[in-house]
């Protein structure tokens, strides 16, 4: 939807008018998706790049997938930083971003807390600055990272591997909150809500998580990211924070929390949506719904941030290779690296996590003494036995890809 909201003739024109100069200045010319796919022509104002404009997004080297919604990523060797700046977090979004995001707008703004509590809560920023604050590094990855590797094709948006970043989160324990509201014996689950509402009156982006979880003691209500107020794009001003978890769990721009006494059912807990088959189907084959299960935990997983893929090295020198792995609710036991197409395997150096649910580092120098293409591949393993497979197992949306990481480089002599 690229309708304006507000609709008079002269705040359009004024619109229309920013978008001309924008325009001229080669901001929105050809090579921009929106006029590819035409939106520049229907004679509506294009409110939605405004907006991300005001957004920050696109971001500087991002690899932008869609605009409305805004979705994209970084390729792997731009996120080598142990805690990943803001400006190299990966944006999935379902729906636009909320006004009062782009506005910073706190006004009006409360989170609600009910169902089955004791005490519903409305709490006011103020009221929820006065809880502890807590700090922690937390890897946020989509569900659906790693589904352009599915084969055959699954629909979505086509990650690569760069919808992984792993941050610094700022904010209070949703279990204080959960526990000033009293939860009654029957809470089972909590329905959270957001202010992103679809314009094409779609049933807006909702997901829970089980009430043992939200009453871990480190499920944030996030309200800064590294630092600083949450961006307009991360989910001003409160989102959750559910470590180990896929990105989906983690509500942006929240505004309620709904304790449940049942599994929340919203439309993005039900059907194949977030959800995985119960066991291992065949390539293309879309089991009965019955047989989905939310997904949950990330899997075990690595990426290699240096060397640049297709960089080049002469034979005998130095090559620096270095990256992340994490492992959902387990921890990571090692991470191995070939660069002979997985016959022999050498140990890194692991270094361990700044906490619980921040990426782990790894790292070894490795020389090649003969010319020729090599890919570096890397398998990390966790400590429950898991370890990263060589081809992607497939299922129905593409979600929790993990396959092992190819980098591809050469040596010349
Ligand atoms: N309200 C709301 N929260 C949301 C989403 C959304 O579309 N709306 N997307 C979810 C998904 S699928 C992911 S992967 C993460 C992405 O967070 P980020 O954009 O801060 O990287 O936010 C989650 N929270
Ligand atoms: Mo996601």
């Not at 995001?101 to 409305?122: N, R």
């Not at 995985?276 to 089991?287: F, R």
């Not at 619980?356 to 010319?371: P, S």
Request: contains cysteine; glycine residues 8%; charged residues 20%.
């Amino acid at each position: 939807m690229i309708e304006t909201s507000t609709n008079s003739r002269r705040d359009f024109l004024a619109k229309a008018g920013k978008v001309a100069l924008l325009a001229s200045l080669g901001i929105f010319g050809a090579g921009c998706e929106a006029v590819n796919r035409g939106l520049l022509d229907r004679g509506l104002v294009p409110v939605v790049l405004e907006d991300l404009k005001a957004a920050g997004l696109p971001k500087m080297d991002m690899l932008v997938h869609s605009e409305n919604p805004f979705n994209g990523e970084f390729p792997p060797h731009l996120l080598n930083d142990n805690v990943t700046p803001t400006s190299r977090h990966f944006v999935r979004n379902n729906n636009g971003i909320p006004e009062r995001a782009i506005k910073e707008d706190l006004s009006g703004w409360q989170l609600a807390v009910d169902g089955e509590v004791h005490k519903e809560l409305a709490l006011t920023m103020d009221e929820l600055l006065q809880f502890p604050q807590v700090t922690m590094d937390v890897v946020l990855e989509c569900a659906g990272n790693g589904r352009s590797l599915f084969v055959p094709e699954v629909d979505g948006t086509p990650w690569r591997r760069g919808a992984v970043a792993c941050s610094e989160w700022t904010g209070v324990r949703l279990r204080d909150v959960l526990q000033a509201a009293g939860v009654k014996p029957t809470a089972v689950y909590t329905g959270n809500y957001g202010d992103d509402i679809p314009a094409d009156g779609s049933e807006q982006f909702s997901r829970g998580i089980p009430i043992g979880k939200a009453m871990d003691e480190r499920t944030l209500i996030a309200l800064k990211m590294n630092g600083e107020v949450l961006p307009a794009a991360h989910g001003f001003p409160a989102r959750l924070i559910v470590p180990g978890w896929i990105g989906s769990s983690m509500q942006k721009w929240l505004n309620r929390i709904w304790v449940k006494d049942k599994v929340h059912d919203s439309e993005k807990m039900s059907g194949y949506a977030y959800r995985i088959p119960a066991y291992q189907v065949e390539p293309g084959h879309k089991p009965p719904v019955e047989d989905m299960r939310i997904a949950t935990s990330l899997r075990v997983k690595s990426l290699i941030t240096r060397p640049d893929p297709h960089s080049g090295f002469s034979a005998g020198n130095t090559i620096e290779v270095r990256g992340h792995a994490w492992a959902g609710e387990n921890r990571i036991s090692k991470v191995q690296v070939s660069t002979d197409f997985g016959i022999n395997w050498r140990e890194t150096e692991l270094i361990l996590p700044s906490n619980r649910y921040a990426w782990y580092h790894w790292e070894t120098d490795i020389t090649l003494a003969n010319r020729g293409y090599y890919e570096i591949w890397a398998r990390a393993y966790d400590d429950i036995g898991n370890a990263q497979p060589f081809t992607q197992p497939w299922n129905p949306k593409g979600y929790l890809g993990n396959v092992i990481h190819r980098v591809p480089i050469s040596i010349t002599a």
